[in-house]
């Protein structure tokens, strides 16, 4: 007798998530994530040995982009493509800079990876959007825990809920998070950031043309958002400096994102894969 597999659901539609993930909003707070997930010793090898990051960073921040959404708005093939993310992890292992071994999908390290997500938003939500209530920030890490399971983590690798997360996450905050090679290079890389090879053809001509001046100004912005966006705590744990300043430059760049964002039309709010299931939802 064989029993049928159930997929993991994705999020709802109308969820939290929902609005959150397909928001061009969400784009500034992607480098805080990867950074925080890249100074755990294992997660930042993984990087450093096996990603494509350096050689091809826009193809790489596409496809992961592209990844993302597929876990909320990707319907019935969400599952599919947290599956196909495991079969992609399944050969990255090696040693991590103190000489441990190191696995991709070992469960500490693939659900940290995930863990990051909800401080990040929960935290940058404060700057780009409207605070959330305690009902919204429960309801976000709920659908957080659907991503994760999407992603093919078991819920005894998750805390279940909001309060078995913070010990658990200031835990890791204490006893792995470091300021390691990768993370100085996703901070202030030190080789020339190629010029980017995909979106309209106008906009890569214009990009060509002006990279030498574009590239340090965007180098500076991307600094400046993976810092500030990312939780103090956090940021305190891997050893990146933050001044009061930065802070209120924050502030005021956030305040201009608050007024502007809003009131942009549906197409260029949201990323691509997002308009698609929110008209079909609406349909």
């Known amino acids: 007798m064989t029993s049928e597999r159930t997929d993991p659901v994705p999020p709802p539609p109308g969820g939290v998530l929902w609005s959150l993930v397909g928001d061009i909003r969400m784009l500034l707070t992607l480098p805080a994530a990867l950074t925080m997930q890249v100074a755990h010793p294992a997660v930042g090898a993984g990087v450093d040995d096996h990603s494509v990051f350096r050689t091809d960073p826009w193809g790489r921040g596409e496809r992961s982009l592209v990844s993302l959404q597929m876990w909320v708005y990707g319907g019935d093939q969400a599952a599919e493509e947290g599956r196909r993310l495991r079969r992609l992890h399944k050969t990255i ?3 991590d800079a103190h000489g441990r071994n190191y696995h991709a999908l070992s469960p500490a390290y693939y ?6 997500g909800y401080p990040v938003f929960r935290h940058a939500q404060r700057y780009l959007g409207r605070p959330f209530t305690e009902a919204q920030e429960r309801q976000l890490y709920a659908e957080w825990l ?7 983590i078991h819920d005894r690798d998750m805390p279940q809920t909001i309060e078995e997360f913070w010990p658990y996450y200031r835990k890791v905050l204490d006893e792995e998070l470091e300021k390691n090679a ?3 290079e996703l901070i202030a890389p030190e080789g020339p950031i190629p010029v980017p ?5 106008w906009l890569l001509t214009l990009l060509r043309l002006t990279w030498p001046w574009v590239c340090p100004r965007f180098v500076r912005l991307r600094r400046f958002v993976t810092v500030g966006l990312m939780p103090p705590d956090a940021r305190r744990a891997i050893g990146l400096e933050w001044t009061d300043e930065q802070e209120r430059r924050l502030r005021r760049f956030g ?8 009131v942009l039309p549906e197409r260029l709010r949201y990323l691509p894969l997002a308009r698609r299931a929110r008209r079909a939802a609406r349909g």
């Open 197 to 201: 090879d995909r979106g309209p053809r």
């Open 182 to 184: 990768v993370v100085r």
């Open 146 to 152: 659907q991503v994760g399971r999407i992603l093919g």
């Open 111 to 116: 659900a940290w990876v995930h863990a990051t």
């Open 93 to 95: 292992q090696g040693t």
């Open 255 to 262: 305040r201009v994102v608050r007024v502007v964002v809003p």
